[in-house]
């Protein structure tokens, strides 16, 4: 599929590489804004034109730091495609290129919390005692000990009540919003993982951020659901928060070797155009893996086929945040509204 990150088989299969290459040292400039123009490049892995394998070492570009804060809420209703991975490894990619990155994990199962290697028994204090007892978000927030500049405020099983207790809380919607309003800390990206259903969890979430990244799988019913999500936002948008809106589609789970991959990723460009991403994320037995070890693929396997795939991806989501479009050879100022109308997408997928 043009506009994939392609590797050859023994790439996936490869020894964990743990080198600057790919993994970039201390932030020495915490404050957002935009890099130091002293700041020496990352060696990263180049992006390849689809079909070629996939080179090691090559210096690219720096990941732009944002003017201020980038909220992005990682939501679909539809389990499995890929949100909690597709967090925590964007998270990952972002920090180790200088990024100072807050993973708020906002499902009840606490898997983005487990992958960042952070505590979440029941006695840790979580973001459920945010939305439900007013604590301070700062008072939650734990580094990722893996990856300078990573931070991660969990989740505990106490949030699966949380649905329930803020029915009847006085401005239930934006009760996460007035938590990062009120956090002090300097940050680059907030990146909020959503449960998937359209509850209380999931609006509080969309009110709080301004952006959304739609995580959809390339098999078949990949867009099923997609049109209450959809309508969802809209509704957020135009009650809740006039700022909201769809920037980031990403296609997880791509098998080049199917055919139904390649169509299901061709219906998604068709329906979302300038939304999706160039980069799609590969099946991967190392994405997979990770997360038992408490890491996410970036530090686990640095050099797997997934890895350079989700790096890939967040060099995208930064440029795209600073009006530049990279399309894996080049980069090029494109124009900030280039966004398609929220319900105009609602009415294709109906």
């Keep these: 599929m043009a506009g994939s990150v392609h590797c050859e088989p023994d790439v996936e299969e490869s020894e964990s590489l743990r080198s600057d290459a790919?993994?970039?040292g201390p932030m020495t400039d915490p404050v957002p804004g935009p890099r130091p123009a002293d700041s020496e490049p990352v060696a990263v892995p180049a992006p390849v034109p689809a079909g070629l394998p996939v080179s090691r070492g090559t210096v690219a570009p720096p990941m732009p730091r944002p003017e201020q804060t980038r909220v992005m809420v990682v939501a679909n209703q539809k389990g499995g495609v890929g949100k909690t991975t597709t967090t925590v490894n964007l998270a990952a990619s972002?920090?180790?290129?200088?990024n100072r990155v807050l993973v708020i994990d906002l499902d009840p199962q606490g898997?983005?919390?487990?992958a960042l290697g952070i505590d979440h028994h029941a006695d840790v204090p979580s973001i459920y005692d945010v939305l439900v007892d007013n604590k301070q978000l700062s008072d939650v927030v734990q580094p990722v000990t893996e990856v300078e500049g990573l931070?991660?405020?969990p989740a505990t099983i106490d949030l699966a009540g949380a649905e329930i207790e803020?029915?009847?809380l006085v401005a239930r919607e934006s009760r996460l919003d007035r938590a990062i309003k009120a956090y002090q800390q300097p940050l680059d990206y907030i990146l909020i993982d959503c449960p998937p259903s359209l509850g209380l969890l999931t609006v509080n979430a969309l009110v709080a951020g301004a952006e959304v990244l739609i995580p959809i799988q390339c098999e078949y019913y990949a867009l099923e659901g997609l049109g209450q999500l959809l309508r969802n936002v809209e509704l957020v948008r135009g009650h809740l928060n006039p700022k909201l809106h769809v920037s980031t589609i990403l296609l997880t789970m791509y098998d080049g070797r199917t055919r139904l991959a390649s169509q299901v990723a061709d219906e998604v460009r068709t329906h979302f155009g300038q939304e999706v991403l160039r980069t799609s994320i590969?099946?991967?037995v190392r994405i997979s893996e990770a997360p038992s070890y408490g890491q996410t693929v970036l530090t686990y396997d640095p050099g797997s086929s997934g890895a350079l795939s989700y790096l890939e991806a967040a060099r995208e989501i930064a440029l795209r945040g600073i009006g530049v479009h990279y399309d894996g050879t080049r980069a090029h100022t494109v124009g900030r509204q280039q966004q398609q109308d929220q319900h105009s997408m609602s009415e294709g997928l109906q």
């Design 94 to 98: 972002l920090a180790l290129h200088g």
């Design 282 to 284: 590969p099946r991967s």
């Design 111 to 114: 898997n983005a919390s487990t």
């Design 166 to 168: 803020l029915v009847s």
């Design 151 to 153: 931070f991660c405020a």
């Design 22 to 24: 790919n993994i970039a």
